[in-house]
């Protein structure tokens, strides 16, 4: 009984002394942009504000494009502009989202991306 005692007090001396020894994570968060998940090239629309949410994102030039939600937040992360629009298929009233935007607080069905950069 005497051995075992021993054994485990070493046992238990080691384990303590390892893991003074290991080092620890920091539990400070990661700061992270909601926009940086945006490629360049793509327009990207989320379902949330601030770039959260669920993202659609859109390379296809010169024709309206329906969401399946309602965009909160776009990035056009593009070098060209597009177009956000209250409704489906452009209908409702359109506003323009400049090449390189972000815009945290939209309200949109459909997009439309243009050819050249000045195009809204």
């Known amino acids: 009984m005497f051995k075992v005692t021993k054994l485990a007090t070493v046992a238990a001396a080691i384990t303590i002394s390892a ?3 290991i080092p ?3 539990a400070q968060p990661a700061t992270i942009s909601a926009y940086d998940n945006c490629a360049s090239g793509w327009i990207c629309l989320y379902s949330q504000t601030g770039g959260f949410g669920e993202k659609l994102q859109f390379q ?3 024709y309206w494009q329906n969401l399946r939600f309602t965009a909160k937040s776009v990035y056009n992360n593009r070098s060209h502009d597009a177009a956000i ?3 489906t298929g ?4 359109s506003f323009c989202i400049n090449s390189g935007l972000k815009n945290g607080n939209i309200t949109g ?5 243009a050819f050249t ?3 809204c």
């Open 60 to 62: 296809d030039e010169g």
């Open 85 to 87: 629009a209250v409704g």
């Open 24 to 26: 620890t994570a920091s």
């Open 90 to 93: 452009g209908s409702g009233g």
């Open 109 to 113: 069905k459909s997009v439309y991306l």
């Open 117 to 119: 950069g000045n195009n």
């Open 19 to 21: 893991g003074l020894a």
